[in-house]
Each structure stands twice: as C-alpha cells, then as structure tokens.
C-alpha cells in the first residue's frame, strides 16, 4: 500500500514539474501549429479515426509533436 501512495504521489508531482516546465517553453509559431494539424489529419484519415474521435485524436497528436518539438501545447486548435 506503501508503495501505491508512493507512486501516485510521484506520478503527481512529475505532472506538476511537467506543467511547471510547461509555461516556460516558448509558443509554437502559426505557421507549424497549422502544418502539424494537416499532418495529424491525414494520419488520422490513414488510422481510419470516426468522426466523434477525430477532433481529441488531432490535437493529441499536434500536442505530442509540439511537446517533442520543445513548444507550449495547445488547448485547441482552429
């Protein structure tokens, strides 16, 4: 039981860090936010995504490739 609490707690504050990190990375220019959102959209075209998943399955996938990218997620993309 120990080691459950143990690992929730640092699973908790691992995601504080990240967010903390988070708000000193710099935002991602337009211009690649947009590129990033065709791409993802034709991925999930190829992954056959249904419509009801499409929007959250594009903005994971623009998230993942800013956050490796060492940008700001998005909330949203337009």
Do not use: H, R, W
């Given at each position: 039981m120990?080691?459950?609490?143990?690992?929730?707690?640092?699973?908790a504050?691992?995601?504080?860090?990240?967010?903390a990190?988070?708000?000193?990375l710099p935002?991602?220019?337009a211009?690649?936010?947009?590129?990033?959102?065709e791409?993802?959209?034709?991925?999930?075209?190829?992954?056959?995504v249904e419509?009801?998943?499409?929007k959250?399955?594009?903005?994971?996938?623009?998230?993942?490739?800013?956050?490796?990218?060492g940008?700001?997620?998005?909330?949203?993309l337009n």
């Amino acid at each position: 039981m120990k080691t459950l609490s143990a690992v929730i707690t640092l699973s908790a504050l691992m995601n504080f860090a990240a967010f903390a990190d988070e708000s000193t990375l710099p935002p991602a220019p337009a211009n690649d936010i947009a590129q990033l959102t065709e791409v993802c959209q034709q991925m999930a075209s190829e992954d056959q995504v249904e419509n009801a998943e499409l929007k959250q399955y594009v903005l994971d996938c623009v998230n993942d490739q800013l956050t490796e990218m060492g940008y700001q997620t998005v909330k949203e993309l337009n």
